[in-house]
């Protein structure tokens, strides 16, 4: 249990940076989709 909080926080950290990034590219996809046509949008 010694080095229990840096692996919690170094858990935490990680966690914490990948749910951000998550968020940052769903909304970046969405205000794209918004600018795009429907030739660039061939999959709908």
Do not use: D
Not at 12 to 36: C, D, H, M, N, P
Request: charged share 25%.
């Amino acid at each position: 249990m010694k080095h229990a909080s840096f692996i919690f926080g170094s858990w935490g950290i990680t966690a914490v940076s990948i749910g951000v990034y998550a968020v940052w590219v769903i909304r970046r996809g969405r205000e794209l989709a918004k600018r795009a046509t429907r030739e660039e949008m061939p999959w709908t």
